[in-house]
């Protein structure tokens, strides 16, 4: 099976004829609120993937983590060479 290129071609056919686009209505925003039809020409398996990275992209973005700083940093000798001499 000989298959070509994967492109979001089919994300800007819906941006172009999106009502709002067409109007001349949108603004920064216009993404956020822009909805892509995921349509009838994408497979089940291909849907359960962008559900799951939704998901983790979901989770991940909600953990907190803490803060690391690396050991070099802690002392403050690596900011010695930018002092002026007093």
Request: net charge positive; hydrophobic share 40%; aromatic share 8%.
């Amino acid at each position: 099976r000989i298959v070509g290129v994967r492109t979001n071609l089919a994300l800007h056919k819906q941006i172009i004829q999106a009502p709002a686009f067409v109007a001349g209505t949108y603004d920064t925003s216009f993404m956020a609120r822009f909805r892509f039809d995921v349509g009838a020409n994408t497979s089940e398996e291909v849907c359960h993937d962008l559900a799951a990275i939704t998901a983790v992209t979901y989770l991940l973005r909600r953990r907190v983590g803490s803060t690391v700083v690396p050991e070099r940093m802690k002392t403050g000798w690596h900011r010695s060479a930018r002092r002026l001499p007093s």
